[in-house]
């Protein structure tokens, strides 16, 4: 059972490059998650996702895009990358609800140079 | 806007001793979660309050939710070394469907021998 698959786990790009982490999961859960982590903080919501089809931004989306076409993925897209989008990603799922906890991934890591 | 602090950022006790970490949020929410988050590593669930005066525990770690002071607690009785880590609260700040979780500044706990 793998859960929560993120790839890549590290990355560097040089600022004005794109590129899209993905995130996939084999738990059947309707509900995604993007959030980012700084240094010494706590993770902010990118965006998430209800279902397939179905998006919305959370407290940072700028600078981001994503898509929902299945159920199992819900890449980030990262347009002209800039220093302050250096930070770990980290993608997480839920069945749903407020009992369902969410599951993370493993993070990936990146720095905008 | 719902706002979570967390305090103390960082602790560093010995094994065998009680200490308590604190979460208050600013907006009424009675969805509150406490997450584990080893260093390098992604973030592992440890207990989900949903009520007003909840508890739950699991070995050494007990969580509590107060709604009407906006408080969760995470007591830690008789710390060993395996406890050190970073731990994050977060409250759910949305209305329905799902988690829009705003996470504290994390705890970072150190638990020497």
């Known amino acids: 059972n793998a859960g929560v698959t993120q790839t890549p786990k590290f990355r560097i790009l040089k600022i004005g490059q794109s590129m899209t982490l993905q995130c996939t999961q084999d738990m059947n859960h309707n509900y995604m998650y993007w959030y980012r982590q700084d240094p010494g903080m706590g993770l902010k919501l990118i965006y998430y996702?209800?279902?397939?089809?179905?998006?919305d931004k959370g407290e940072v989306p700028n600078g981001y895009n994503v898509s929902r076409s299945t159920t199992e993925d819900f890449p980030l897209r990262l347009e002209l990358a800039a220093p302050s989008q250096t930070s770990v990603y980290f993608c997480a799922s839920s069945y749903g609800g407020p009992r369902s906890p969410l599951h993370f991934g493993n993070g990936t890591r990146l720095t905008v140079t | 806007e719902l706002k979570v602090e967390q305090n103390p950022l960082f602790l560093s006790m010995q094994e065998g001793k009680n200490y308590t970490i604190y979460c208050n949020y600013s907006?009424?929410?009675?969805?509150l979660y406490w997450y584990r988050q080893d260093p390098g590593k992604s973030l592992e669930s440890l207990f989900v309050l949903l009520s007003n005066r909840a508890v739950k525990q699991e070995g050494r770690l007990m969580a509590s939710l107060d709604t009407k002071a906006r408080l969760s607690t995470l007591h830690i009785t008789a710390a060993v070394h395996d406890l050190s880590a970073t731990y994050f609260c977060a409250v759910d700040g949305g209305l329905q469907g799902a988690q829009k979780l705003v996470f504290g500044q994390g705890t970072r706990l150190t638990i020497n021998p």
């Open positions: 996702s209800v279902g397939a089809g179905i998006t």
């Open positions: 907006t009424t929410s009675d969805r």
